[in-house]
């Protein structure tokens, strides 16, 4: 493995414990595009595109979109995507056989990390949590609010709270995590793939663990 040698990451965590923010983090420092699978849904409900109207029904509520549906647009947003920089796939995939049409894929895996935080850590940060729907950036009103009050730092949008971050969503989506997701960090596990970290402390401090990880990986090559 090397730095632009086709390093491919996937980051995994139960909701809210910030591997969004820390992928975005990763893909800026190492320059490896970051894919997000929550955030593309959410761009295509806000346009109300076709694939936008059918999978909205799933993702207000919390649970996961059908496998057919996700599969199909996670391959071929790889497909688009330049070979030699690799990816930093944001929560894909999210069950068996999400995990399991990756590797039937030229798209397998070189690492998957496990950002852990308890669960009522993981509820109270949801519920500071804010987004910016013109371009998905992603605030918490405590931990790092935006400069402005309730504005986008990068875009000028009025950020908003994310339908599915709401009391009765949250535990539908913990509720899958735990059925549907669990199962596939014993799927990456016994391939010898799974690094966990621990997702508590400030964005710099989960950061920095990251970082330490992909660099001690890196010297082992
Ligand atoms: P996230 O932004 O990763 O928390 O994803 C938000 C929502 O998008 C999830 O609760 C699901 O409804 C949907 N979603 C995102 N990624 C997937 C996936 N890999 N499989 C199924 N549903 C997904």
Redesign the pocket.
């Known amino acids: 493995m090397s730095f632009g040698d086709k390093l491919k990451i996937i980051m995994l965590g139960p909701?809210g414990a910030g591997?969004?923010t820390q992928a975005a983090l990763l893909s800026e420092k190492y320059g490896i595009p970051h894919i997000?699978?929550?955030?593309?849904?959410?761009e295509q409900i806000e346009a109300k595109t076709g694939l936008g109207l059918k999978?909205k029904k799933?993702?207000?509520?919390?649970?996961?979109?059908?496998?057919e549906?996700?599969i199909e647009m996670?391959i071929k947003k790889l497909e688009s995507l330049d070979p030699n920089k690799g990816y930093i796939l944001?929560?894909?995939?999210?069950?068996i056989n999400?995990a399991k049409a990756l590797d039937n894929s030229k798209f397998s895996p070189d690492i998957v990390i496990e950002v852990y935080v308890d669960e009522d850590e993981c509820v109270k940060r949801l519920s500071s949590r804010r987004y910016c729907p013109k371009c998905g950036a992603t605030y918490n009103l405590i931990f790092n609010p935006p400069k402005n009050d309730e504005i986008c730092d990068i875009c000028g949008s009025k950020i908003k709270q994310?339908e599915?971050d709401k009391e009765e969503?949250v535990r539908?989506?913990f509720k899958?995590y735990h059925i549907k997701t669990k199962p596939v960090l014993d799927y990456y596990k016994a391939q010898g793939k799974l690094y966990r970290i621990d997702g508590k402390g400030s964005i710099s401090e989960v950061s920095k663990r990251i970082n330490s990880l992909i660099e001690s990986l890196l010297k082992k090559d």
């Open positions: 909701p591997k969004g997000s699978t929550g955030q593309i849904f959410r999978a799933y993702v207000v509520k919390g649970e996961l979109v059908p496998d549906i996700v996670t944001d929560g894909y995939p999210r069950t999400q994310r599915d969503a539908a989506r899958e």
